[in-house]
């Protein structure tokens, strides 16, 4: 259950509405899930989330479209976020990831977390190796 | 400072040189780094933990290895491990991360932290269209 | 579903009616909300738990009533406690919390992770201007 | 040690400057303190980065400058940020923040720690009363 | 909701089946929980898992089979894993884990989470007298 | 370095002279570590966290007092805590903890960490052999 709710006309406000229309031109869809939703609860928030996850997940870059999805997904992960999971699940394989590209990433996603937890536990130094250079 | 000390003759230990020498031939190169120093003071640890890493990131497999390493990068950003964000910041420069791909990561973790955040604030429904069919 | 069950006459212990009496006392409610029913399952960690939120958050101090739940609040988001997302957003609501405020807390909250990300993922050297003077 | 090395000649980029002059500016000092020096590693995380705390953060709202220092505060202890620690506990310092209300922040971090972790422990269920009626 | 599917006939595929055999023989109990049903939704993933669930769990140490549950369980519930959480609470009264036991377990984690904050919040220097002498 | 600065002459406060003099006659020994110092910025933090902390773990109980260190050093490591893990470790060490005791908290938090991610990743119901029955 969420700790707000969206008016049922959420379209009439026209700052909404420019939000909702964006994300389905950009999206190539109709579909405008729960996050949007609720975020609009206030518009500057919506807004503002919008025009970022636009320019970091949906403007092209140097990392490919399924890179990006599957390293959302695994942050969500660690964070715990339910619905975050849920959503990059699905944004990763409707961009192609395979089911073993799935495991893939969630055996990264364990093996890291046990050596972050082994590292934490016994303190390990950082080696001069790994250190930049001050200029 | 490390929560536990590495015997001065480590490899003395043949199971910790049998563990070594593989690193060292799997990676093609004689840098031992200290994750691997310090675990040695359990054999047992040293030995699952590797061969774990091993099979994970130094196998071929369907996510090319700059990707391995930049979700290995991303969860342990969110697990706050010191030693790991500099090993593995590292590791993925080695294998060929730009200045602008490193940015790129840190966009993704830093926006899917926000908006993990926004989720749980606001407890989102998951949207039916993320679930899957039970059969 | 929750991991102990407390018994149906819970109040029959004088050790846990005692403490609820206090709670309904102190908040001027007859309502005990779920987590103390189930703290009851151990008579000390009911009375310990209840006296520290009494003492931290139901008696007047230096910070207002509203400003002591926006941060109960931002703990409970970060820490991803979903009962206490929704008994806390409940409370800040009860103690005035506008929608507007709520939006900012949720802003800052965002931002802050966003940014303590970052912090961590750029390990950025704490500046001498923000350490103290050792005497 | 930073996992990036910010150029020398940083203002040398008009981007970059551009940013700096602003927090100068906003801020009313000529201190730029690191974490925008680190982010200058690229120029559009420096300018959003910066764009975001200038919108929450130093844009008069409907709460007073403290109260959003101590929640960036509250939220940087909970995600273990040793940078963010520093630099928000100075911030809010110079907002005013008293040794006492200091000490009170710390008392509600450490409740709520708490008692997040004992209702996740126990999976207490939200009370209906907490949740808000779908419409 | 899971966000992957096991199939109805898990056990044709001979890898899962060994794996679930070992289970059922390793624990004495036709119960297979469900965390190795979604699993088996990659072989390796699976086996793997198991192996060092095995090996850690269910393998005569110096450390009695109670003390590891509930080791597992404080873990779980820090990061805050709902099946874990459920799983772990069951398994260490399935080893004997007495009421007051239990209630101990969480008075050490609320009160670890509670100091572990305060530390951070104050950047407590570590004692000369907690670290080892480098050799 | 710390955020708070301890005065020279804490024992000049009685309250806190109290507190330190209960510490030194409880664990038997003239030395008070740092977190009790730096705690002492605030009489009142310090009186409850001492209170709590010999209640849970300088008391005895159903738990002998290593296991208790080693819940206390588990939750800890996850809580990412570096002044608790040395001080825990240290701790646990003084109150018998071998090295291949050490070896086995390790494993241990590090397999549920793995798996905790795992379930998280994956979704995993409860199985209802897990769920109580309420009355």
């Not at 999971?85 to 093996?111: D, F, N």
């Not at 016994?122 to 001069?128: E, G, I, K, M, T």
């Amino acid at each position: 259950m969420p700790t707000v709710l969206p008016p049922d006309d959420l379209e009439s406000d026209p700052r909404i509405k420019a939000v909702f229309d964006d994300i389905r031109a950009t999206r190539k869809t109709d579909f405008i899930n729960n996050i949007w939703r609720y975020l609009a609860f206030d518009a500057d928030l919506l807004e503002r989330t919008w025009e970022e996850v636009k320019a970091v997940m949906a403007t092209p870059s140097e990392l490919d479209p399924l890179t990006k999805e599957m390293l959302y997904l695994a942050v969500s992960i660690i964070n715990n976020c339910t619905y975050c999971v849920h959503s990059h699940t699905a944004g990763a394989k409707a961009k192609g990831m395979t089911k073993t590209q799935h495991a893939e990433v969630l055996k990264i996603v364990a093996l890291a977390s046990k050596t972050n937890q082994l590292s934490t536990a016994l303190q390990v130094p950082v080696d001069p190796e790994f250190l930049l250079q001050e200029k």
